[in-house]
């Protein structure tokens, strides 16, 4: 008798020989979906076994992830935060590293005017409205298929954010922080195949050096005197080129947060 314990192990072990970095826990995901239940309910139920309709759709969706596709395309959704984001191939998935900015919004004074730039899925803006709802948060996002992921989102979790389509901070809105997880990937780095093939380009690369989108923000905030916090995530590689080009554009105060890996992930200016 196949159980859901024996299901698991040869999802996890198909996943692995298809190079994917996380294979029970993927298997585990994706079987949770099948069953409409988490990763608990499988414990619950490990010595049961699949129906028919529910071991096809188990092998459809670790055929998709075998081709390595992200977990969090096939589920149509991903955690961040407190929340919990539709997303789909028109916006990145938000990344772990990512809470780090909503960390250096939670640290705003009261009643703060924030701008998420670049803000995808929206999971930026709307994880800080959701744990500050004193904040005046805006999502800034150029690409409008994305832009239209964020909307979605901030119907379904009614959290008032204003949404903008500009490039950069084209909106002339005065804003005391500026937030952004821009792309920041060097064109013709080798990436994995679950964000090459099928995370937007337009959301990873930026120039040669991975820094032409942070460079230009940086560039417009240094002009916009009102902004008294930036915070930009970064590279693992780009803490020091990035610091430079904040304390440059005269925010006195520099500093480099980084992730759980130990890697710099975030520079912080304030002035
Ligand atoms: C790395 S993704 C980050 C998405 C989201 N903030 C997150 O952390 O999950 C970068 C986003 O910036 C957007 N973007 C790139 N260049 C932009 C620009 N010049 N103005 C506004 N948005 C831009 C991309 O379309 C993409 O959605």
Do not use: H
């Amino acid at each position: 008798m196949t159980t859901l314990r024996d299901e698991l192990a040869s999802g996890a072990a198909s996943l692995a020989q298809a190079g994917c970095e996380t294979p029970r826990l993927d298997a585990e995901l994706l079987l949770a979906e099948v069953l409409r239940t988490d990763r608990a309910g499988l414990v619950i139920a490990n010595s049961t076994r699949l129906t028919g309709d529910q071991r096809t759709r188990y092998m459809a969706l670790l055929t998709r992830r075998a081709m390595r596709e992200p977990v969090a395309y096939i589920l149509g959704r991903r955690e961040f935060r407190r929340l919990s984001l539709a997303v789909d191939p028109r916006v990145l998935v938000p990344r772990p590293e990512t809470e780090l900015l909503v960390e250096v919004g939670l640290e705003l004074p009261s009643g703060a005017r924030v701008v998420d730039v670049g803000t995808g899925s929206g999971a930026v803006a709307l994880a800080l409205k959701d744990e500050r709802p004193d904040l005046v948060v805006t999502g800034i996002e150029r690409d409008r298929a994305a832009l239209a992921v964020a909307r979605a989102n901030t119907q379904r979790l009614r959290l008032d954010v204003r949404w903008v389509e500009a490039d950069l901070l084209d909106d002339r809105t005065a804003y005391d922080a500026v937030i952004a997880n821009l792309p920041y990937v060097r064109e013709g780095e080798s990436l994995p195949p679950e964000v090459s093939e099928f995370e937007p380009a337009s959301a990873l690369f930026a120039g040669p050096d991975g820094l032409a989108a942070i460079r230009r923000l940086v560039a417009i905030v240094g002009d916009r005197e009102e902004v008294s916090t930036v915070a930009l995530e970064i590279g693992a590689e780009q803490g020091a080129a990035v610091s430079e080009l904040v304390a440059g554009a005269g925010f006195g105060s520099v500093e480099v947060r980084r992730d759980l890996a130990g890697d710099d992930r975030v520079v912080v200016g304030r002035r």
